[in-house]
């Protein structure tokens, strides 16, 4: 497949881009020209991994992709990222808000520190660095835009993971109310919400034949989807050619959005 070079000179700082979807954003990216810094909290190694697939594709470039460890519960390892991508690079263009982790207990018994632990990571995380990318984007002419991964359950209800749901559904609003204060300051703020892909978030069904296909029957379009192909919406949206698009999430969920159960009629 041919790519475009719609992010010829941008810098982006990806979070969580070790693994899975963030790994795949950073990789797109660099293929469309941008340099990119890859964030992770514990797997170093992968991070690694990560930097050498952006470096491989982008060949002998001089590109200057880097990867940056903090873990983005703590803002005081927030502020430090910042700090250390902003020397490497003197600049940001494109902040993406992908770390993130969920755990599973009932609603009734779910314990407050995990609620908190969930929320740090998964809500507080993505604001604090969307403050400090747009101290920077409003310091400079040009602006900037910023990427939160959603997930479907920012509006489809998630019973077992209120912690998640409740992030979620946060960030919906997080995106959408970054996007009204800054619409007419060169900044825009954009989500997408992925349906379910193949990562180890999801290692209880993603290497299970029945498991998955278990899940997989949910799926409108009869599967999972691939981080890949989440990276190539988050590439849209963080190009140009997205340059009227603010405020919005965009669901690539394979049909998980349209009550599949309606599908036949059973209610009238
Ligand atoms: P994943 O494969 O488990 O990867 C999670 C990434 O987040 C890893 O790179 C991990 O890095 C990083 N991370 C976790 N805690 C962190 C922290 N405290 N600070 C910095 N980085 C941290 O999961 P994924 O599926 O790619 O998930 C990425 C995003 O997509 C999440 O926001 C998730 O909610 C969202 N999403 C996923 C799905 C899905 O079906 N997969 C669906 C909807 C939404 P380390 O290993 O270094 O900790």
């Given at each position: ?20 979807i ?128 959603s997930s479907v359950h920012e509006i489809v209800?998630k ?33 997408v919400a992925p349906g379910a892909i193949a990562t180890?978030?999801n ?12 899940v997989e029957?949910h799926i409108p379009m009869g599967r999972a989807g691939t981080?890949?192909e989440m990276?190539?919406v ?16 965009l669901y690539a969920c394979g049909g998980l959005t349209l009550?599949g ?8």
């Open positions: 497949m041919t790519i475009t070079g719609r992010l010829e000179g941008r810098y982006a700082l990806i979070t969580g881009a070790s693994r899975g963030g790994r795949a954003i950073a990789v797109r990216f660099a293929r469309e020209g941008a340099t990119v810094a890859i964030n992770f909290s514990g797997s170093h190694d992968a991070a690694k991994e990560t930097l050498r697939q952006a470096q491989e594709t982008t060949g002998g470039s001089g590109k200057l992709h880097m990867i940056v460890q903090a873990d983005v519960g703590d803002e005081h390892a927030i502020a430090r990222m910042f700090d250390e991508v902003l020397s490497a690079w003197g600049h940001l263009d494109i902040l993406v808000n992908n770390a993130g982790i969920q755990s599973e207990a009932e609603s009734h018994v779910y314990p407050v520190d995990e609620y908190r632990r969930i929320l740090d990571i998964d809500l507080t995380g993505p604001l604090i660095c969307s403050q400090v990318a747009i101290r920077h984007y409003l310091s400079r002419p040009g602006g900037g835009t910023i990427l939160n991964c209800p019973p077992g993971f209120i912690a998640y749901s409740i992030s979620k559904g946060g960030l919906r609003n997080l995106t959408r109310t970054l996007a009204l204060e800054y619409a007419d300051r060169g900044i825009r703020v954009n989500a180890d978030i290692a209880a069904w993603k290497d299970d034949q029945e498991a998955r296909a278990n029957s981080p890949e990276a190539a988050f590439a849209f949206l963080a190009s140009d050619d997205a340059s009227y698009v603010t405020g919005q999430t009550f159960e309606f599908k036949e009629n059973w209610s009238s």
